[in-house]
């Protein structure tokens, strides 16, 4: 997974997958997108960090997901999904992409 950084898979996945589902109207649809770049950012956590690393951001990102509801509740949907994708992002990038 050379080129594209682990935390840009997975931000582009929480937000991707949400967009997805917003714009189709097909909650599935979004889960597929959510789910896919999930697989592709664990796999680069396995390969940059090792596989401590990738469960505990595997971890992270479906927390984040989950979290994210709640949070939509008091912030909105965008803001929530945006806060949630920034913070895997910022996880991912210090325990995996900072390495180089």
Do not use: C, E, N, Q
């Amino acid at each position: 997974m050379a080129g594209i950084p682990t935390s840009v898979v997975a931000a582009g996945g929480l937000v991707g997958g949400y967009g997805v589902a917003r714009w189709t109207k097909k909650r599935p649809l979004g889960g597929v997108a959510l789910a896919a770049a999930g697989a592709v950012a664990a796999k680069g956590w396995h390969d940059k960090a090792g596989a401590k690393a990738a469960a505990a951001l595997s971890g992270a990102y479906v927390a984040a997901f989950a979290g994210s509801h709640p949070l939509a509740k008091k912030i909105g949907a965008w803001p929530s999904v945006f806060a949630v994708a920034g913070a895997v992002a910022l996880a991912s990038w210090a325990v995996a992409d900072r390495r180089g």
